[in-house]
């Protein structure tokens, strides 16, 4: 809840972005068509009436609840309670909270008329001066949302100001390249190819090194999957079209082709069948569907509940026979170490073993949806607002699995993939099992005269007997089981490769528990 987090900024300022989160989480809730009344009582019953947070979601609810009439008690309440809340925030050195109540401000502001872009963008930009180039240290994601609103007013600013914006872009976008964060650094690059050319200035230095950006996050991603790979290159093509001298093109095609047949290789000959590329493309254009329909986060949770990304073992099962042989003789799992982790049983035997090619085939599941989810994001079609909102809608979060989902999600935007495995795999559990007590469900086991929370594994279990056999299945191979990928285990163990702790990893094991979540949900409700 809000006051949580205000109690929570208070104590340590430089996490105030989970606050703003709870502050846009409630605006959003009211701006939505969804009836979200519940939510906003809870919230303002908890908070004092004066403070400017109150009387900012307390006025947009009137504003919203008359049909944008209550102009006094609405937006213009609203407005005055913005910059109160960016006073405090400085005061406080809430950097992202400031930053938060200056947008707001901005639209706000805009859509009433007129909006004077002068007086709006000094104040933005002497903040962002002031915290950017000085010691403080401000949630520099939102930077990108200021700047692309100051870019739909070019031609309304001050030379002056176009000039100290132009210098902070450029700025920015030097630090995300030193930093290797090309996707954020190419839409820096984009920002200020657009400022140039509304300045009419030569564009080509840029465009040279949006083609490099492609070139150095292949460089860095060298020892990715082949498809990973191709997929960087397709969207360099995509991108520098226009631009992309005819030498360089043919060059980056050949890649793509050889990526491509690298890929078909590093899959099993039962797979060969699949073409992930269609796989890959139906995740997106479904996204895009939903999304033109509804929003970007009602797309993200449609999607936690699309069979995407995780195999099928009620069809592996089904194929058994395509290779008796291979599902005839035991089988010992060995570590990454050489040590002996796991047994599978032989035909038989008792206990339970993958069918053959279903962890190769989870494998390129994970792969596809690893891949689309990034063409999303690059394309600027899901963004980090968007795992925010859906995040603070799940059922049963704790405030402590939201505070570690939060830095997990910043952490996966901001490119440092081990630090959002390694925030995000302990959640796995505590999620999974507050939202089966959220629903009513017990999760915890006997054992003697005390009860205990079941494991993992037991969760899953619980998933796989309740919900779903595919599911449960693909969470256990892929988390808990010595048989399969076994994530949990190696990262608590710290066996996994830091090779391993890429954009797939984090971004599959975020996915995987917002739809562990939604699907709980679902089920019992």
Excluded at 119 to 140: A, I, K, M, R
Excluded at 411 to 429: C, D, G, I, K, S
Aim: glycine share 6%; proline share 2%.
């Amino acid at each position: 809840m809000i006051s949580d987090k205000l109690e929570q900024a208070r104590i340590s300022p430089e996490e105030d972005y989970h606050l703003k989160g709870d502050i846009r989480r409630a605006l959003r809730a009211i701006e939505s068509d969804r009836n979200h009344s519940g939510l906003i009582e809870e919230e303002l019953g908890s908070l004092d009436p004066d403070h400017p947070v109150y009387r900012l979601i307390d006025s947009i609810r009137v504003w919203e609840g008359s049909d944008h009439e209550e102009f006094e008690s609405g937006v213009r309440a609203a407005l005055e309670a913005l910059d109160d809340l960016y006073e405090l925030a400085l005061e406080e050195e809430w950097y992202s909270v400031a930053s938060y109540a200056l947008l707001k401000s901005i639209e706000y502001r805009e859509g009433l008329g007129g909006f004077d872009a002068t007086e709006q963008f000094d104040e933005v930009l002497n903040f962002f001066y002031d915290h950017f180039y000085g010691g403080s240290e401000v949630d520099l994601g939102q930077l990108g949302d200021h700047v692309e609103k100051m870019l739909e007013h070019l031609d309304e600013m001050e030379e002056d100001n176009i000039s100290k914006l132009s210098r902070l872009v450029e700025d920015r976008a030097q630090q995300l390249r030193e930093n290797r964060q090309y996707m954020a650094e190419r839409d820096y690059l984009d920002y200020y190819i657009t400022i140039k050319n509304h300045l009419g200035e030569n564009v080509s230095e840029e465009e040279s090194r949006l083609v490099e950006s492609y070139e150095d996050e292949l460089e860095q991603k060298s020892s990715a999957n082949s498809m990973l790979k191709a997929d960087i290159l397709e969207r360099g093509v995509s991108r520098c079209q226009s631009f992309l001298p005819d030498e360089k093109e043919n060059e980056w095609r050949l890649r793509i082709r050889e990526l491509n047949k690298q890929a078909r290789e590093e899959m099993p000959a039962t797979e060969h069948e699949v073409d992930l590329s269609e796989d890959i493309t139906r995740i997106v254009d479904h996204f895009k569907q939903v999304q033109s329909k509804t929003s970007s986060w009602e797309a993200l949770v449609n999607l936690l509940y699309q069979p995407i990304g995780q195999g099928n073992f009620e069809e592996a099962l089904e194929n058994i026979d395509e290779a008796p042989a291979a599902n005839m003789l035991p089988k010992n799992v060995i570590s990454s170490e050489g040590d002996s982790i796991g047994f599978e049983p032989g035909m038989n035997q008792d206990g339970e073993r993958a069918p053959t090619g279903y962890i190769a085939g989870l494998r390129a599941s994970n792969h596809t949806l690893a891949v689309a989810l990034r063409r999303l994001i690059d394309q600027k079609l899901l963004s980090e607002s968007d795992f925010y909102m859906v995040l603070t809608l799940l059922p049963g979060i704790a405030i402590q699995d939201e505070a570690f989902l939060t830095d997990t999600i910043i952490n996966l935007f901001e490119e440092r993939y081990a630090e959002a495995v390694h925030l995000a795999v302990p959640r796995l559990e505590s999620v999974t099992a507050n939202v089966y007590e959220e629903m009513g469900k017990a999760v915890t086991k006997n054992q003697g005269q005390l009860y205990r929370q079941k494991g993992l594994g037991g969760l899953f279990k619980l998933i796989e007997e309740d919900i779903s056999t595919n599911f449960g299945k693909y969470l256990q191979y892929r988390y808990t089981d010595t048989a399969g990928q076994n994530i949990r285990n190696q990262v608590a163990h710290g066996q996994i490769k830091y090779s391993a702790a890429n954009f797939k990893q984090a971004s599959t094991l975020l996915f995987d528990i917002y739809r562990t979540a939604a699907r709980i949900e679902e089920n019992y409700n």
